[in-house]
T-cell receptor, first 112, second 115 residues
Framework: GQSLEQPSEVTAVEGAIVQINCTYQTSGFYGLSWYQQHDGGAPTFLSYNALDGLEETGRFSSFLSRSDSYGYLLLQELQMKDSASYFCAVISEGFGNEKLTFGTGTRLTIIP | GAGVSQSPSNKVTEKGKDVELRCDPISGHTALYWYRQSLGQGLEFLIYFQGNSAPDKSGLPSDRFSAERTGGSVSTLTIQRTQQEDSAVYLC?????????????FGPGTRLTVL
């Protein structure tokens, strides 16, 4: 089976940088994704890592270390609108039969 | 183009009744997923469709839950003899199967309340 761990809550200051960590245990690991969900909204895709290293998309970056079964989401120049829940999700079993297993989410609160 | 749509947006039912939740995926998306999210919780995987077949039903909580997909498009999640613990937001997502990063596009969800 799959299991993921991420902090339940994180608080950060507007304009600062925050890192949300995710560790996982899975068989048939294929990649790690991150999703954002605002209160009352649907999850939206942020990023995907299949290989080790850092992927950057604007203010958001995501990192993966396959050997450590670890990844993180890095948010820079934090804005109030970044207050949301962030879920890491493991993609397993690969091409044609992908399955996403989500972590329990990290609630990020941005304070002025 | 249109995103994933779900209906109804809200459903209030009495314990013991059956409910049907509908999902219309993005046109051309062959993979379709159902998740359940309780208040303040993560997403619980229920079932995955590839076309009309469901290679993974492992997440269905009990035999009261069933799902089908017809024409490789619309999917219906049915909950029989609803219980109060079934109250949650039921989310549907679709993706282009085979895309390695498996970006899933979520619908707005159906909020189910069982009284």
């Amino acid at each position: 089976g799959q299991s993921l761990e991420q902090p339940s809550e994180v608080t950060a200051v507007e304009g600062a940088i925050v890192q949300i960590n995710c560790t996982y245990q899975t068989s048939g690991f294929y990649g790690l994704s991150w999703y954002q969900q605002h209160d009352g909204g649907a999850p939206t895709f942020l990023s995907y890592n299949a290989l080790d290293g850092l992927e950057e998309t604007g203010r958001f970056s995501s990192f993966l270390s396959r050997s450590d079964s670890y990844g993180y989401l890095l948010l820079q120049e934090l804005q109030m609108k970044d207050s949301a829940s962030y879920f890491c999700a493991v993609i397993s079993e690969g091409f044609g039969n992908e399955k996403l297993t989500f972590g329990t989410g990290t609630r990020l609160t941005i304070i002025p | 183009g249109a995103g994933v749509s779900q209906s109804p947006s809200n459903k209030v039912t009495e314990k013991g009744k059956d409910v049907e939740l509908r999902c219309d995926p993005i046109s051309g998306h062959t993979a379709l997923y159902w998740y359940r999210q309780s208040l303040g919780q993560g997403l619980e995987f229920l079932i995955y469709f590839q076309g009309n077949s469901a290679p993974d039903k492992s997440g269905l909580p009990s035999d009261r839950f069933s799902a089908e997909r017809t024409g490789g498009s619309v999917s219906t999640l049915t909950i029989q003899r609803t219980q109060q613990e079934d109250s949650a937001v039921y989310l549907c997502a679709s993706s282009l199967a085979g895309r390695p990063y498996n970006e899933q596009f979520f619908g707005p969800g159906t909020r189910l309340t069982v009284l």
